[in-house]
């Protein structure tokens, strides 16, 4: 594999842009991308299964969204709606909110620029809606890199340390995931939660839950349905508000348009970044008319949020996914993935020890076992496995140290999934035959 070109540009990169915009696990520099394949400066060729982190659902340049965009730019690139207004983020707000589950009739949305932004949005007006100040997270949450953002993030110390002090009022609390056995869930998932609730933290306090309903860069963990249950019931009964953080799983990640569908709960608000610009840069966040009213501009507005070529961009994509064509696509490609992990795990079962996550969204797990016979986290491991995968063609990360990231486009071609799973089966063999040097743990500088 020949990578001279890419790590040419990686040690300008170097020189000229802060190592903290990069979790990188090899050098490969994107040069053109279409659909579900990626070529980078060398020429290398490469099946996509991180979709730019899940911003990109319809893979790169969808002739829907290339047509819509080239559209836009016949007629302007951007004008802020801070001062004007325009019928791209009209027609896309008018989307979203139609899509609101259990109905858009009284839904309005705020742009903003990221799914980052769009939690600082949900703080903003959950403390303004209710005249509380407390918020509750989850311990290994993501929530973004804004100050807000990050004050809610659990995940990674490295989100934290040197930075403080961070927002105040926010307050973290275990996620009951759904590999959890029942009867401990029901027992226990509340329990800390009532112990602040009795202690520390009063209930009338608290403005809004901000969970994940899939935890994504924890593993992509999904929450227990009784933990889910218990919680918006909490909610419920103590006047806090319920919001989804939808930023990674949202636009049929999971399979449904937003991951919190799986769980039949109805939330007072849904946040969303990445894929709402049909990857361009958008951001938003969308609630009940009541909710959003009570913020007066400039309380929460950008100059760029919600421009109208992300907006139109957007809508294209929101469109093209309402289609029976590609509903049929999601429906044969979740098939298919759960067909190819559950062959990876039976061939590799002393190596992948179970998958996480829901539809397009997933997780595969790789531990390794002791010489007492106990499973432990492989991190080596992992990171061999993705590396010989790159070197064979296959653009894969990992998450939480051992967790193959699997997040293809969702209308990725079926025969495309499948090379793609072949590639890393092959990658499994290699490093369980001792074939991958310790020499690529060099480039190792990812979650």
Same mark, same amino acid.
């Given at each position: 594999?020949?990578? @001279?070109?890419?790590?040419?540009?990686?040690?300008? @990169?170097?020189?000229?842009?802060?190592?903290?915009?990069?979790?990188?696990?090899?050098?490969?520099?994107?040069?053109?991308?279409?659909?579900?394949?990626?070529?980078?400066? @060398?020429?290398?060729?490469?099946?996509?299964?991180?979709?730019?982190?899940?911003?990109?659902?319809?893979?790169?340049?969808?002739?829907?969204? $290339?047509?819509?965009?080239?559209?836009?730019?016949?007629?302007?690139?951007?004008?802020?709606?801070?001062?004007?207004?325009?019928?791209?983020?009209?027609?896309?707000?008018?989307?979203?909110?139609?899509?609101?589950?259990?109905?858009?009739?009284?839904?309005?949305?705020?742009?903003?620029?990221?799914?980052?932004?769009?939690?600082?949005?949900?703080?903003?007006?959950?403390?303004?809606?209710?005249? &509380?100040?407390?918020?509750?997270?989850?311990?290994?949450?993501?929530?973004?890199?804004?100050?807000?953002?990050?004050?809610?993030?659990?995940?990674?110390?490295?989100? !934290?340390?040197?930075?403080?002090?961070?927002?105040?009022?926010?307050?973290?609390?275990?996620?009951?995931?759904?590999?959890?056995?029942?009867?401990?869930?029901?027992?226990?998932?509340?329990?800390?939660?009532?112990?602040?609730?009795?202690?520390?933290?009063?209930?009338?306090?608290?403005?809004?839950?901000?969970?994940?309903?899939?935890?994504?860069?924890?593993?992509?963990?999904?929450?227990?349905?009784?933990?889910?249950?218990?919680?918006?019931?909490?909610?419920?009964?103590?006047?806090?508000?319920?919001? =989804?953080?939808?930023?990674?799983?949202?636009?049929?990640?999971?399979?449904?348009?937003?991951?919190?569908?799986?769980?039949?709960?109805?939330?007072?608000?849904?946040?969303?970044?990445? =894929?709402?610009?049909?990857?361009?840069?958008?951001?938003?966040?969308?609630?009940?008319?009541? #909710?959003?009213?009570?913020?007066?501009?400039?309380?929460?507005?950008?100059?760029?949020?919600?421009?109208?070529?992300?907006?139109?961009?957007?809508?294209?994509?929101?469109?093209?996914?309402?289609?029976?064509?590609?509903?049929?696509?999601?429906?044969?490609?979740?098939? $298919?993935?759960?067909?190819? #992990?559950?062959?990876?795990?039976?061939?590799? =079962?002393?190596?992948? =020890?179970?998958?996480?996550?829901?539809?397009?969204?997933?997780?595969?797990?790789?531990?390794?076992?002791?010489?007492?016979?106990?499973?432990?986290?492989?991190?080596?491991?992992?990171?061999?496995?993705?590396? !010989?995968?790159?070197?064979?063609?296959?653009?894969?990360?990992?998450?939480?140290?051992?967790?193959? &990231?699997?997040?293809?486009?969702?209308?990725?071609?079926?025969?495309?999934? !499948?090379?793609?799973?072949?590639?890393?089966?092959?990658?499994?063999?290699?490093?369980?035959?001792?074939?991958?040097?310790?020499?690529?743990?060099?480039?190792?500088?990812?979650?």
């Amino acid at each position: 594999m020949k990578t @001279d070109k890419c790590n040419a540009w990686v040690e300008r @990169d170097k020189k000229v842009i802060a190592k903290t915009q990069h979790l990188s696990y090899y050098p490969l520099v994107v040069a053109d991308a279409k659909d579900s394949i990626i070529h980078d400066e @060398d020429g290398n060729e490469f099946i996509d299964f991180l979709s730019s982190a899940s911003s990109l659902n319809l893979g790169s340049r969808n002739e829907h969204v $290339v047509k819509a965009i080239e559209e836009q730019l016949g007629k302007f690139t951007q004008y802020s709606i801070a001062y004007t207004y325009n019928a791209a983020s009209v027609e896309y707000a008018e989307r979203l909110a139609s899509s609101y589950p259990g109905g858009g009739d009284n839904i309005k949305v705020v742009f903003g620029n990221c799914g980052s932004d769009g939690n600082d949005a949900a703080v903003k007006f959950a403390r303004a809606f209710t005249g &509380r100040s407390k918020i509750i997270t989850f311990i290994n949450g993501y929530h973004g890199n804004t100050y807000g953002a990050s004050s809610m993030t659990t995940v990674t110390t490295r989100m !934290r340390k040197n930075m403080g002090p961070f927002l105040p009022e926010i307050y973290p609390f275990p996620f009951y995931d759904s590999g959890m056995d029942d009867a401990v869930c029901e027992a226990e998932c509340l329990k800390e939660i009532l112990r602040a609730f009795n202690t520390y933290l009063p209930a009338d306090d608290v403005a809004a839950v901000i969970i994940e309903p899939v935890q994504g860069d924890a593993g992509l963990i999904p929450a227990h349905p009784i933990f889910m249950k218990k919680l918006y019931e909490l909610c419920k009964e103590n006047g806090i508000l319920f919001i =989804s953080e939808e930023v990674q799983q949202a636009f049929y990640r999971t399979g449904k348009m937003y991951g919190i569908e799986h769980y039949g709960i109805v939330p007072d608000g849904i946040i969303l970044g990445k =894929s709402v610009g049909a990857g361009l840069t958008l951001g938003a966040f969308m609630a009940r008319a009541e #909710i959003m009213d009570c913020l007066p501009a400039p309380a929460h507005l950008f100059t760029l949020g919600g421009n109208a070529i992300a907006c139109a961009a957007g809508s294209a994509a929101f469109d093209y996914m309402q289609t029976d064509e590609f509903q049929q696509i999601l429906k044969k490609n979740c098939e $298919v993935m759960d067909e190819c #992990i559950a062959k990876l795990q039976a061939k590799h =079962s002393n190596l992948v =020890s179970g998958d996480t996550g829901l539809g397009m969204s997933r997780g595969i797990v790789i531990e390794k076992t002791n010489a007492d016979g106990t499973k432990v986290a492989d991190t080596v491991g992992t990171y061999k496995i993705l590396y !010989r995968s790159y070197e064979t063609g296959l653009l894969i990360i990992s998450l939480a140290g051992n967790v193959l &990231r699997v997040q293809p486009p969702l209308n990725i071609e079926p025969e495309l999934l !499948r090379k793609g799973f072949d590639i890393l089966d092959a990658a499994m063999t290699d490093y369980e035959e001792g074939k991958i040097s310790d020499d690529v743990l060099q480039y190792q500088n990812g979650w």
